[in-house]
């Protein structure tokens, strides 16, 4: 027994001990606070995460879980759940916390899409005691509440962020640095000021540079990234070059040695695919560049094919509703435009002259036989079709013919083996918001026709203006000529009001952030009512015979003086214009295709003699001498980011898509002349 005793002795005076030890073990393993490193870092974890955290914690450790939380949450876009947990702040917070709320303040505001909000916001900040992750995305915002838009400003956030990234998030930069100076334009360019020890900078302006120079040569380009990366081998990009030319080094050029022409060539649409299979031959035949287009005219179609009736809007590819419509109307000699100083040249002469073009009807027999006819033909690049169902049905097809459609589909796919060529209105109204907004104007009022083209020149007008970083577009609708004419008669005339484009609307809601009030969208009646007078420019998408009544109505209830500059698209232009209509139309500026803007004299004559002078329809002609020049530099428009084609219809670059965009020239009506408008 004795023993027995001993041993319960020992255990009952060890246990405290033991005890003991056990506590400080379970403390030792304790986790320590980690929510201030995780702020100061990035926010890995996702929001639900850290509002677990947060409920579990108190005092600082509570507050620092909170904004990890309100991070993550705006991370996720759930801008309303961050808003009021933001609002749940403490009045205290130390130096660490302040810090991370004024990053959180700016991201609010930029999560409400207040985009100038954000930028005043970034400019009160003190960045000297930011960790390097919080720097990156002080920049980060930078970067965001420029929307995009190339500037001198942007370009310097991005370089400062470069370094900042991890070695994964790299390459995303190089490619926004490298957006950012290709859309610019070369003016844009030469107009940046930098300093003197802005060496990166330096080095990537050097290959702006270079790829303005090269870029529609991919052999040239390739060479030339080659020699920029010898001299600026520390520069970011140079040791990850952008993904776009990567692509250069990749290029390899499509074949177009067997071109196949896919175009209506019966039935109502017949006299557009005529017209552009026009073109397109005058171009392959020539063997020059199509801006030096032979003088000699071609025979002229026959008066009966160009009376026929257009189809729908939707079906064609530019007489839709924009700049080549009306077909219906007489055609008449065109009015004098005037003579550049120069001639422009194409950027580089079309290939192949000798190319085998063989043309297939496309209202003869259903699309998908005509593509597999196409195939067993061994077409190298088809051009074509032109009505947007053809269209569409093509895309659904999943051809791999590599394809130049003379349309676009209502929803653009991107497709490695398509591009889209159109005429549309859609093109020209962003062209005009590019055009009033480079001339300084920011209050802009759309007079558009009651109908579904008025709709759709209206959406793209308005999502080009915010684009640019414009406010509110407005919209006002007329109706046909009869009541136009009714207007005039009862002194009516047309106000400079409209109602807002919904799309051009803010979509934050109201809210305080960081001191900053971020309002709510304003009502229609309040658009209307606090922009009457205020409006500095009016796009007309009108016929002829419309604006000749629209321009009179404007002075009639505003003022020969209101202040407001008129613009208008190429539908109002048709070349029968007389000295009375053109002095009515003083100081009105109108795009028009720079073939029938003076930059091509030859062609000019060429295609308004072989479309008996229909404006609309030689505007088709050009885009037939357009498709062929461009279906010749078919892998340079999807390979080689930025090609760029001073064509007949338009300065033609090629998007993300393949989207064919047109920059067109701009005219005005002064003293009883055409001029250019500067």
Known sequence: MVPSTLIRSKAARCLPVVLAALLFAGCGTQAPDQSTAHMQGEAQANSAYYLQQMQQSSDDTKTNWQLLAIRALIQEGKRQQATELYQQLPEKLNDAQRRE????????????????????????????????????????????????????????????QEPLLKPADKQKNIDATWQ??????????????????????????????????????????????????????QNPGAKLLPTQLVNVQNFKPASADKIALLLPLNGQAAVFGRAIQQGFEAAKNSGVSPVNAPQTPVAAQPAAETAQQPIGTDGVASPSAANVNDLTQDAAAPAAVPQPAET???TNAPANPGAEIKIYDTSSQPLNQVLNQVQQDGASIVVGPLLKPNVEELVRSNTPLNVLAMNEPENVQNRANICYFALSPEDEARDAADHIWQQGQR???????????????????????????GAAVLQQKFGSVSELKMGINSGSGIALT?????????????????????????????????????????YIVASQDEIALIKPMIAMRTGSHNGATLYASSRSAQGNTGPDFRLEMEGLQFSEIPMLAGDNPGLQQQ???????????????????????????FSQMRQVQGFQLNGNTGTLTADGDCVINRKLTWLKYQQGQVVRAN
């Open 101 to 160: 709320r004024s990053l959180l303040d700016v991201e609010l505001i930029l999560a409400n899409k207040n985009y100038q909000g954000a930028a005043a916001q970034l400019a009160s900040l003190d960045t000297s005691d930011f960790s390097d992750a919080q720097k990156a995305r002080y920049y980060q915002a930078q970067i965001d509440a420029s929307q995009g838009r190339p500037s001198l400003e942007l370009l310097r956030a991005l370089i400062a």
């Open 498 to 538: 409209g109602s807002p484009v919904a799309s051009s609307l803010p979509s934050q809601q109201a809210t305080t952030i960081g001191g900053l009030t971020i309002p709510a969208p304003p009502t229609d009646a309040q658009i209307t009512a606090g922009t009457s007078g205020n409006v500095d420019a009016v």
């Open 443 to 469: 209050n802009p009022l759309l007079l558009v026709p009651r109908s579904a083209l008025g709709d759709r020149v209206t959406r793209a007008f308005a999502e080009q203006w915010q684009h640019l970083g």
């Open 344 to 346: 422009q040249t194409a």
């Open 607 to 633: 295609a308004l003699a072989a479309v008996n002078n229909d404006y609309s329809l030689a505007r088709l002609y050009a885009m037939g001498v357009d498709a062929w020049s461009l279906a010749n530099h």
């Open 180 to 233: 950012a100076l290709s859309a610019m334009t070369p003016d844009q360019a030469n107009a940046l000021v930098i300093n003197a020890d802005e060496n990166v900078l330096r080095g990537w302006l050097d290959l702006q540079r270079m790829w303005f120079d090269n870029r529609s040569d991919p052999a040239m380009l390739k060479a030339g990234i080659q020699d920029w990366q010898t001299r600026y081998p």
